[in-house]
């Protein structure tokens, strides 16, 4: 028997689980035509993104010059820190968005560059971290987190769901991603499972496919077979006692269980703490490797938080962000406070001859650039290295450039992640400098 009407099966699969095959007579593909993102022994990239919605005050927020040194408007002060880690861009701008000039058609689509169905329907386009989690999710536990700060809005304004405007991250064109608001419910879907993917033996999450496999080839080749998978489960027991020896000199977590208590159950209250636990679950997230893949929405467009804790709790945050007060000045910067916290946590985290923020990338963006619905450029400010990719200290315009579709940017952020698209949105090239 030396041919058989197999699939072109280059693996064999289990839960989260990949084995690349070894040639054989009985059929004729065979390897792992992708190669893997880096080396094992590298840490993994990771990419969180941040929404705040309602834009910025439009006087304060501007970045001048570069590096260490670059000047930066009060909105971005809370960042200084991290200028030699950071890119501010200008001018880029999602084009549908203009399409509704209201909250939720300039939300909805703001990780997609996709057209927003109108009267009420739901219909967007699947976004950038979704898209990472389906072509990612299976080395984590969990494929991406999407997590939030405020609770979601079903109702309709002004010919549009408000389902746009409480929701950044989408599964597919019309379902949103399921939104955590719960910080005692966000910690349970990363801990709570009875063992995770790295618990489980290769070996033993691919035998039931292994064992489908071996009935259509040959009796020469499940001979071949039944020693390679062998050689497998050597290699695994010589590498478990090793790492009971301490031996093992790759990339490994370093947390393999939360270093936080549990958070307690219900909403919280405070909006100060509320941030806060979320910000800690996102790092604690990229510390146990539980997933690579995070949306943080802190607020709604057109949202109705409050700020007592700023002396702010005279108005919601909708109504405010039409004003460009003092007021207003302090909760942009409350804002950036949370980003230039989870830079600094990650920042602590030594990862080989890096930090957790060296192998991560944190935007922060708007669906608008000030309260006024200006959407015609969005605030964008992006830190982190991106695994040793990412150039800090950038200031980069492209107000008066053609090509300056926010989905360029995602392109990029793809490629850091080993995914390659040829379009994604409405663009079809990376942005060169990142």
Not at 124 to 135: F, H, L, M, P, Y
Request: glycine letters at 8%.
């Amino acid at each position: 028997m030396t041919t058989h009407h197999l699939p072109r099966r280059r693996f064999l699969h289990g839960l989260g689980v990949s084995m690349a095959l070894p040639w054989m007579e009985s059929r004729r593909v065979w390897g792992d035509a992708d190669k893997p993102q880096r080396d094992s022994s590298t840490a993994p990239t990771r990419m969180a993104i941040l929404f705040a919605g309602c834009g910025f005050h439009q006087h304060e927020w501007w970045a001048k010059g570069e590096g260490a040194t670059m000047e930066l408007g009060k909105v971005l002060e809370p960042l200084s820190d991290y200028r030699d880690k950071m890119v501010f861009i200008r001018g880029l701008y999602n084009a549908e968005a203009l399409k509704g000039n209201i909250h939720s058609s300039q939300t909805g689509n703001l990780l997609s560059g996709a057209p927003l169905a109108s009267g009420g329907t739901i219909r967007s386009g699947t976004s950038v971290d979704q898209v990472i989690a389906r072509k990612l999710g299976h080395r984590t536990k969990l494929p991406s987190l999407v997590l939030g700060c405020e609770k979601a809005n079903p109702t309709v304004h002004k010919n549009y769901s408000m389902l746009y405007s409480s929701h950044i991250s989408w599964s597919s064109p019309t379902t949103p991603t399921p939104l955590e608001v719960y910080p005692a419910l966000a910690f349970d879907q990363m801990f709570k499972d009875s063992a995770e993917q790295g618990d489980r033996s290769v070996l033993d999450a691919v035998l039931e496919d292994a064992h489908d496999f071996r009935r259509n080839i040959s009796r020469r080749d499940q001979q071949k077979l039944d020693e390679y998978l062998n050689s497998v489960r050597e290699v695994e027991s010589r590498i478990e006692r090793a790492g009971t020896r301490g031996e093992l000199q790759g990339w490994r977590p370093t947390l393999e269980e939360p270093n936080i208590p549990r958070p307690q159950d219900g909403y919280p209250q405070d909006i100060v703490e509320h941030m806060r636990l979320m910000s800690d679950i996102l790092v604690l997230a990229f510390q146990t490797d539980t997933t690579r893949v995070c949306t943080l929405k802190l607020n709604n467009d057109h949202g109705t938080l409050r700020f007592p804790h700023l002396g702010v709790d005279y108005m919601i945050h909708h109504l405010l962000s039409h004003s460009d007060t003092d007021d207003w000045l302090k909760v942009n910067q409350f804002f950036l406070e949370q980003m230039a916290y989870i830079a600094g946590r990650l920042d602590a985290i030594r990862e080989g001859d890096g930090t957790a923020l060296d192998h991560s990338m944190i935007l922060l963006c708007s669906s608008m650039l000030t309260g006024h619905h200006d959407a015609t450029q969005l605030p964008v400010v992006l830190i982190g290295g991106g695994g040793g990719t990412i150039k800090g200290g950038q200031n980069l315009d492209y107000l008066d450039q053609s090509d300056r579709q926010m989905c360029r940017l995602y392109l990029s952020m793809m490629n850091k992640m080993g995914i390659t698209l040829d379009r994604f949105g409405d663009a079809t090239e990376p942005i060169a400098e990142i």
